[in-house]
């Protein structure tokens, strides 16, 4: 009896989740076809071409492509931080406890250095990105 239950638990339980995960899909299909097109999935019509006022608009500075180049650099190097900081222990070493507290000075003003140029790349839009304040909190 309690097997039964299990298993017939276990059943709609996987088959809530399937469709959910169907519809993940569907609504990520749709959302790769709507930006690829730069339309609705359902348009018809051709998309009217962009002006040259909404070309320039479009540009991206120097500042900001090299932001976004470096972006895996800033990734790596929170990793290497988070290892860092795996090392530290109770019986540790004048080394190493030297080689924690410089890394962890160099790591912490690389990422000021990050958080000023994401600030200097979109001034405006700086303060309403959440991303943006928690690193400010964090930092």
Known sequence: MIAALFFAT????LSL???????????????IIREESKRSAFQIEAPEEPTAEEETK????????????????WVVLIAFD?????LRSASMGPTRRAFI?????????????????RFVCDWRGFIYS???????ILA
Do not use: C, P
């Open 82 to 86: 988070l290892v860092v900081q795996s």
């Open 101 to 117: 507290m410089n890394s962890e000075t160099v790591v912490t003003l690389l990422l000021l250095v990050e958080i000023i140029l």
């Open 10 to 13: 276990g059943i709609v339980v």
């Open 130 to 136: 959440k991303r943006n304040w928690a690193d400010l």
């Open 58 to 73: 479009s540009r991206v500075s120097g500042l900001k492509r090299l932001y976004d180049t470096t972006h895996v650099f």
């Open 17 to 31: 989740w399937l469709m959910n995960l169907l519809v993940a899909v569907i609504t990520s299909s749709f959302q």
